[in-house]
C-alpha cells in the first residue's frame, strides 16, 4: 500500500490555478492496481488523461479559495518482478554496443539524445575514470554503471526543486535519488542506450522486517531510470540501491527528463500579498499481508 499526503500552507486565502498530479501508475503485466483513492481540499473538479509518454495525469480545477490545500492519494498494488533478473536480463539483451533495429532506433531517438549536451564532456570523461574497461554485455554494462554512481558518490537528500546536471553531481560529490537517476541516465546515454527518467516510490524491507537492511531513499517519492536494451525491452536501474528490475520499486511515470515528471505541479493567485508559508509531504510503503 502508499499513501502519499501533500500539504501546502499559506498565510492567507489564496486562489488555486489548475494542478497536475501524476500520482496514479498505469496497470501493466509487472504491476496491477487493486484500488485507488484520491482526496483533495479544498474539493476540486478531476479530469483524467494521459500525457505524451502514456502517463496517467489527474488535471484538477478549482471553484474555492483557502489558506491550506491538502492531496492525498492511496493506492493498494501488486508488484511482480523477476528473480535473479540481472543474468535472465543479460541472456537477452545482447552485447555492447547496443544494435537497435532501425524501426526501434527511429522511436528511441529523442530518449538517446544527451539532454545536457554541454555536460557531454564532463559525463564521457567520467564514465571513463570508473569503467576505463567496460563488459561486453549490455546488461553487464549498465549493473557496472549503476555500481559506479553508487559508489562514486554520497547520497544526500535534497529538499530544494529540481535535479542536479550531470556535472554538478560530478563536482559536488554528492546528490540525491534523481540526481543520480540523472547522471545514470545521461551516461547510458554517452553509450548510445536510449533511457529514460522514472518516478514513484520505493518499498524498504526494513520497514516491515527489523533484519533486513535498510535501502536509501524510502519514506519520500524516489527516483530511477529505465534503459532500452535490445531483445529485454525496457528494464530498471536504481542506482541509489543498486537494484534491478526489483519488485521494491513502484513506478508511477515515465519521462524524457526530469523535469516532466513532477509529482504534483499548479499554480495560485497571490491575494492582498498572500504568500506560501510551508509544503510537508508524508509518503509511506507498506507491505499488506
Known amino acids: 500500500m502508499v499513501s502519499h499526503k501533500t500539504v501546502y500552507s499559506y498565510d492567507r486565502p489564496v486562489e488555486f490555478g489548475p494542478h497536475d498530479l501524476m500520482l496514479r501508475p498505469r496497470d501493466g503485466h509487472d504491476m496491477r492496481i487493486l484500488a485507488s483513492s484520491l482526496t483533495v481540499s479544498p474539493p476540486a473538479d478531476v479530469g483524467w488523461a494521459y500525457d505524451a509518454f502514456g502517463n496517467s495525469v489527474a488535471r484538477l ?10 492531496i ?21 539483451a ?8 532501425p524501426d526501434e532506433a527511429f522511436d528511441l531517438a529523442p530518449l538517446v539524445a544527451i539532454d545536457r549536451p554541454r555536460d557531454t564532456e564532463v559525463v564521457k570523461t567520467w564514465v571513463s575514470s570508473v569503467l576505463p574497461k567496460l563488459p561486453e554485455g549490455s546488461a553487464e554494462v549498465l549493473e557496472a554503471l549503476s555500481t ?25 560529490g554528492s546528490g540525491s535519488c534523481r540526481d543520480f537517476a540523472f547522471l545514470f541516465m545521461e551516461a547510458a546515454r554517452s553509450l548510445g542506450y536510449a533511457a529514460r527518467f522514472v518516478t514513484g516510490y520505493l518499498y524498504d524491507p526494513a520497514v516491515d522486517t527489523a533484519d533486513a537492511d535498510t535501502m536509501t531513499g524510502g519514506g519520500a517519492t524516489h527516483a530511477w531510470a529505465d534503459v532500452f536494451l535490445p531483445g529485454a525491452g525496457w528494464v530498471e536501474f536504481d542506482p541509489t540501491n543498486r537494484i534491478v ?8 511515470a515515465t519521462t524524457r527528463t526530469p523535469a516532466q515528471a513532477v509529482p504534483v505541479s499548479g499554480t495560485y493567485l497571490s491575494l492582498d500579498g498572500a504568500a506560501q508559508t510551508s509544503m510537508e509531504v508524508e509518503v509511506a510503503v507498506l507491505r499488506v499481508r
Open 61 to 70: 480545477t478549482f471553484h474555492d479559495r483557502a489558506q491550506e490545500l491538502v
Open 72 to 92: 492525498a492519494s492511496q493506492l493498494r498494488l501488486r508488484r511482480y518482478a523477476l528473480d535473479d533478473p540481472l543474468p535472465r536480463i543479460g541472456r537477452r
Open 94 to 101: 545482447g552485447a555492447y554496443p547496443p544494435r537497435y533495429e
Open 148 to 172: 559506479a554512481v553508487n559508489r562514486s558518490f554520497l547520497y544526500r537528500r535534497r529538499d530544494e526543486m529540481g535535479v542536479q546536471s550531470p556535472a554538478e553531481t560530478i563536482a559536488a
Open 245 to 252: 528490475a526489483s519488485r521494491s520499486l513502484v513506478r508511477v
